[in-house]
């Protein structure tokens, strides 16, 4: 039971408009999960070579093995859409709990930021290099032009900044301002047409894709040959890439090999780790929307499954080496390339693939690669919009004029310009950092999955955690092996994850003399009724005291109404105050009551706050009698010490902060307790 006193400082957050069956929001997913397929092929082949097949595979076993079980327990365990951080949170006390909440949140604004950056680079990647001659030559018009009206001058750093401004930065600015002028139409939330053209956009891409994939694997299957030569080059060690001194042609080392480009063929995994910010969206309240969530996540593992491990043998298998590596016309376009009819392995046609390929179905297949991958991030950016505000106001660490305007998102929206400026709009650049974030997020999932299974202790329960220890471990090592050989890629996270952190703590200073109160709840209803006689109270002295400390009540009461003068005709009224998590910011304390002959004795649990409790008792008795006196005794904490045990420990200079709090919340003298200190 609880009173309807004070005002609930927790606002009801965004919920969906739009709730659809879980097909239609596996095109939600598919907007950043399945885009990876338009850079990832290529990618696996500069990372592998021709262990590109054989690397994908492990990246597709550690997807349906560990990440999709991982997420499947998540869905399960967390409220829809917070995924590991409210198991964190729940699992962790405390400020540990609550810090490492907030660096999971900033990894997720890391990843956010890259999916769109990455995505929209390599979306350039496809619109610049499309074989179209005069789509070519308006390109080269454009650059002339911008060369032509380049300004005159001597002066180096001027040309230095002029010729900062390339083709590919260029036009991926212009894609990231479109998206941005389109945020107050994303800002909406999951609306019913999103969802649907999502849904729509995601299938049409699938389609192309599979198309060209099957086109391939039919190919190969036809010409068996080509599958002898590249395996008799897998065994004989001619990979395309430099090979380790311990690496051989034998299964064991083919096996080493595949888990040690683990960490290169991370992007693969990127899109996955994000999936569950849909989960509001998908039909159904409970255990229906978990399953449904459940059905959704294995759905686009299998289809990412197959299309990944297929792309890679395809393109490995029938494209020229040179044409991915750095520099090649089929880099981070591999499959577009392939539409387009591009030259591929010697006495290979591209239209006896297929003959649909060509200028035509690679212009289709270009424009609808380049629509998702420029609305990659657009699930992410809306969970992460109902994300961060669940737990930062409710941490007391966002003020609520930043959500109100959405702060954040705008924010993350300038960032991407400055990262896809500082990272010269290059895929290949951002790879490390946005993988570092993927892993991270991935990680943190399968650690709060070991440790909410392991929840409880015994034996059983331990060892039925090991399997999600074991994923958090590989996507630790994983993530490990990116850090050494791009160090930078962490301090990238980590700006991010100090930015929240340095943002969040200064707003929950700001916010702390809020008052933080919610409504009491009573523990039975003979306490509910004992706590209106008490408040009816004609006229009352409230005397905070420490938990603990009711020894000898007798002798505390003679000495307050000695040194007080309060007259033995005024009820006396002992408050105890427990502290409960004082990392909390909004509280719901407990009540109960007991009275003996002139006095009564109220103990409130569950506070966050001691100074916010007293004052909301204070407030509770002035609504209907007259306003109580609040005692208290003289602190010997210094002013430094006390404001920091309150700002961390919810206690410190009790008497001040009750009398500041009380001024600020109740303006009429008459109807304010009053603070006595002696």
Not at 230 to 244: H, K, L, Q
Not at 418 to 432: D, G, K, L, P, W
Not at 443 to 450: H, I, Q, V, Y
Request: proline letters at 5%.
């Amino acid at each position: 039971m609880s009173t309807d006193a004070g005002d609930t400082n927790n606002p009801r957050l965004n919920s969906p408009k739009y709730r659809a069956s879980w097909p239609l929001v596996l095109g939600l997913i598919g907007l950043d999960y399945f885009s990876t397929l338009a850079y990832q092929p290529s990618i696996a082949f500069e990372s592998a070579g021709l262990l590109a097949p054989l690397a994908t595979a492990a990246i597709v076993l550690l997807t349906l093995l560990g990440a999709l079980p991982v997420y499947a327990y998540v869905a399960g365990k967390s409220p829809p859409g917070q995924g590991s951080a409210a198991m964190l949170e729940r699992l962790i006390d405390g400020w540990r709990g609550k810090f490492a909440v907030l660096v999971l949140l900033g990894f997720a604004a890391t990843n956010f930021i890259f999916t769109r950056t990455l995505s929209t680079a390599d979306a350039s990647v496809h619109l610049l290099n499309h074989p179209n001659e005069a789509w070519q030559n308006t390109l080269n018009n454009w650059a002339a032009a911008g060369m032509r009206a380049k300004p005159v001058s001597d002066n180096a750093v001027w040309q230095a900044f002029w010729g900062f401004w390339d083709r590919q930065l260029v036009t991926t600015l212009l894609l990231l301002a479109i998206y941005f002028v389109m945020w107050p139409i994303v800002w909406r939330g999951f609306t019913r047409r999103m969802v649907q053209a999502s849904a729509v956009l995601v299938a049409g891409y699938l389609l192309l894709t599979a198309v060209i994939v099957c086109s391939g694997l039919v190919y190969l299957v036809r010409h068996q040959e080509l599958l002898d030569a590249w395996w008799s080059n897998v065994r004989a060690g001619e990979w395309e890439i430099a090979r380790p001194s311990w690496a051989g042609g034998d299964a064991w080392s083919l096996v080493k090999m595949c888990l040690w480009l683990l960490p290169k063929m991370a992007l693969g995994l990127s899109g996955f780790e994000m999936s569950l910010v849909v989960m509001p969206v998908v039909r159904g309240e409970g255990r229906t929307q978990v399953a449904n969530t459940r059905k959704l996540l294995f759905t686009s593992a299998i289809v990412m499954a197959a299309l990944l491990i297929g792309s890679a043998l395809v393109t490995t298998l029938l494209m020229i080496p040179s044409s991915m590596m750095p520099g090649g016309p089929a880099r981070e376009r591999a499959l577009a390339y392939l539409a387009h009819g591009g030259e591929l392995a010697p006495g290979i046609a591209a239209q006896d693939v297929n003959p649909m390929f060509g200028i035509a179905f690679g212009t289709v297949y270009d424009l609808t690669t380049v629509l998702v991958l420029s609305l990659a991030g657009a699930s992410v950016a809306l969970g992460l919009k109902n994300l961060l505000p669940q737990f930062l106001l409710r941490f007391g660490m966002e003020l609520r004029w930043a959500y109100a305007v959405g702060l954040i998102y705008n924010l993350c929206m300038v960032i991407n310009l400055a990262v896809t400026i500082v990272f010269r709009a290059s895929v290949e650049n951002q790879r490390s950092a946005y993988a570092v974030s993927v892993l991270a997020l991935l990680t943190s999932a399968a650690a709060a999955s070991a440790l909410d299974v392991r929840r409880g202790g015994g034996f059983v329960r331990s060892l039925l955690s090991l399997p999600f220890a074991a994923v958090a471990l590989i996507f630790t090592l994983m993530g490990c092996g990116i850090v050494v050989y791009h160090p930078g890629s962490v301090g990238i996270a980590g700006l991010f994850i100090a930015a929240i952190v340095s943002t969040s703590m200064a707003s929950r200073m700001w916010r702390a003399r809020e008052f933080r109160f919610e409504g009491f709840e009573f523990e039975s209803d003979s306490t509910r009724a004992l706590w209106d006689k008490v408040r009816h109270l004609e006229y009352s002295v409230l005397v905070p005291m420490r938990p603990g400390g009711r020894s000898d009540l007798d002798a505390r009461d003679r000495l307050i109404r000695s040194r007080h003068r309060v007259g033995d005709h005024v009820p006396i009224i002992f408050l105890e105050v427990e502290m409960g998590d004082p990392s909390d910011f909004l509280q719901r304390p407990l009540v109960s009551i007991r009275e003996e002959s002139r006095r009564f004795m109220i103990k409130v649990t569950r506070c966050v706050s001691i100074a916010h409790v007293i004052v909301a008792v204070g407030l509770e008795f002035s609504k209907v009698g007259e306003p109580p006196e609040i005692h208290f005794g003289w602190s010997d904490q210094t002013p430094l010490a006390a404001n920091l045990k309150f700002l961390l420990f919810g206690e410190g200079n009790v008497p001040w902060l009750a009398q500041d709090l009380l001024r600020r919340i109740e303006l009429d003298h008459e109807k304010r307790p009053r603070v006595i200190v002696g």
